[in-house]
């Protein structure tokens, strides 16, 4: 089924919400970029100071103890959430056919978040960290992102409740669901961690916080992307409704059981890894069936990936979607997971979520909707492709080489007569990979930010006919012109 096209007065009731999304949106849009450059090379300087462990011995800062933990918290806070939050805010404005209220407000809020991050990096940086991974922040930090998240996000539900369409879109199921669910995993974790817990206790509400930020916000910010992009470009409607439907359920309804299955063998009731373990693989139907629905939409139309941005780098995330469910649900398994915890593998698992398919997805979401906002094309289709191909060689470099250093590392940790240098130093030679990935990732995203600051300022191509990939400016008037499709 086509999707109707829309009357003039729909376009102009599309322009007036983009107008009032242009300030919040744009400024949460240029803060993530600006975090993941930052975040990008930390994670390139601190995978040289794992291969090269005297390197900068004489000063603290540059330890790989420190460097690591500011590169995760600044992907993840400094990146990852303000980018979703402004996909968030744009997505349910549009669907739900409402103008953004008190953009400064969220403006001012935003501003709270970064100091936030940025004080949150500091204290780490300067010795202040906890070793509690995307936790590590003084205790006193996590209620201000709770709270100036809870006012950024809480603006979603007044627009959802006041939609004009009887029937939900699936993207607005996820982003209702996104909205909820992070309070709760992030005070949740917090509270049980800093009110005095017992460690063993502490380390489990870690590991399932990072697996409930992974399902429980970052899918389904992804998954609302692509339910809304990939019909959008197609111009057809998802090829099953039930099956999205079912899809988001049991993803609702198992992601709260992830995380434990980290632990396997550790000092925990056997039955939550194994119920961990578990949820994992039922979860991997999920996804599976939810990246199959959005691929049958594409059918008969798959050329427009030649072309399209935007459809480009969401169906490459969902693509990295799809895969970190298969490995995580791999090594949720006794037979795989016993070599796998505690080695390279969960570092190069935790990069596919938070760069792999949340990220692609999201430059996918940023190619949409930077130009409804400003008014704009981006200038360069050719820098665009330059994202995409370094991103990609970023990604997949850092997977396989992870993965086979893991399995490396993890073996010589099985054997019960060797030494924990002798698992560190066979595996090493795959962290030049990791080094090599995050290289290669840096200057993709070097290129993008460069893209997005000059459409921030007002300097992006004002000629007619959209950015497209293997096209040159104005010779199409859309991805579906150039790729043949009438």
């Not at 103890?65 to 990852?80: D, I």
């Not at 935003?110 to 906890?130: C, D, E, P, Q, T």
């Not at 399995?407 to 030679?429: E, K, M, P, R, Y």
Request: glycine fraction near 8%; hydrophobic fraction near 55%.
């Amino acid at each position: 089924m086509t999707v109707p096209q829309p009357t003039p007065e729909e376009l102009n009731e599309r322009a007036a919400i983009d107008r009032s999304a242009r300030y919040p949106v744009m400024f949460f849009f240029t803060s993530a970029a600006a975090w993941l450059f930052f975040a990008t090379v930390l994670g390139f300087v601190s995978s040289l100071k794992l291969r090269l462990p005297g390197l900068w011995d004489e000063c603290p800062y540059m330890g790989y103890g420190r460097l690591f933990p500011v590169h995760f918290n600044a992907l993840v806070y400094g990146w990852a959430m303000q980018a979703g939050i402004g996909v968030m805010l744009w997505l349910m404005a549009r669907l739900t056919r409402s103008r953004i209220q008190h953009p400064a407000a969220l403006i001012v809020l935003g501003h709270v978040w970064n100091a936030a991050v940025s004080i949150a990096l500091i204290s780490i940086w300067f010795g202040a960290g906890r070793s509690i991974p995307l936790l590590d922040f003084p205790a006193w930090i996590w209620p201000v992102f709770a709270v100036s998240y809870a006012l950024m996000v809480v603006w979603v539900i007044p627009m959802f409740h006041a939609r004009r369409n009887a029937l939900f879109y699936v993207s607005e199921m996820y982003l209702i669901g996104a909205a909820i669910w992070f309070p709760w995993i992030f005070i949740t974790a917090n509270l049980i961690i800093n009110r005095g817990s017992a460690p063993v206790m502490g380390a489990g509400a870690n590991v399932w916080y990072i697996s409930n930020l992974i399902y429980f916000w970052m899918a389904p910010v992804a998954l609302a992307v692509a339910y809304y992009i990939i019909p959008k470009i197609a111009g057809k409607a998802i090829y099953s409704y039930p099956l999205a439907q079912v899809s988001f359920w049991l993803l609702a309804i198992l992601a709260g059981w992830t995380g434990f299955s980290r632990f396997m063998g550790g000092p925990f009731p056997a039955w939550m890894p194994s119920v961990s373990g578990a949820a994992s693989i039922f979860i991997l139907l999920a996804i599976v069936a939810t990246v199959a629905n959005l691929l049958m939409t594409l059918k008969g139309c798959s050329k427009l990936w030649e072309f399209s941005p935007s459809l480009r780098f969401t169906v490459f995330g969902m693509l990295m979607l799809a895969t970190y469910a298969v490995l995580s649900a791999m090594s949720s398994t006794f037979l795989f997971g016993r070599n796998l915890q505690f080695s390279h593998f969960l570092v190069g698992l935790d990069t596919l979520a938070f760069y792999g398919f949340f990220s692609m997805t999201m430059f996918g979401a940023f190619y949409f909707i930077v130009p409804r906002i400003t008014g704009s094309e981006w200038p360069s289709g050719e820098k665009i492709r330059t994202h995409f191909w370094f991103s990609t060689y970023g990604i997949l470099t850092m997977v396989v080489t992870m993965l086979v250093g893991g399995i490396a590392q993890g073996g010589n940790l099985a054997q019960w007569d060797q030494s924990f240098s002798t698992s560190f130093v066979n595996s090493s030679a795959y962290v030049v990979g990791r080094c090599i990935a995050w290289a290669l990732i840096s200057f993709s995203n070097l290129s993008f930010l460069y893209q997005l600051a000059l459409m921030f300022i007002g300097k992006g191509r004002k000629t007619e006919g959209p950015t497209l990939i293997h096209a040159e400016p104005g010779q199409v008037g859309s991805a579906r012109a150039a790729a043949g499709l009438h």
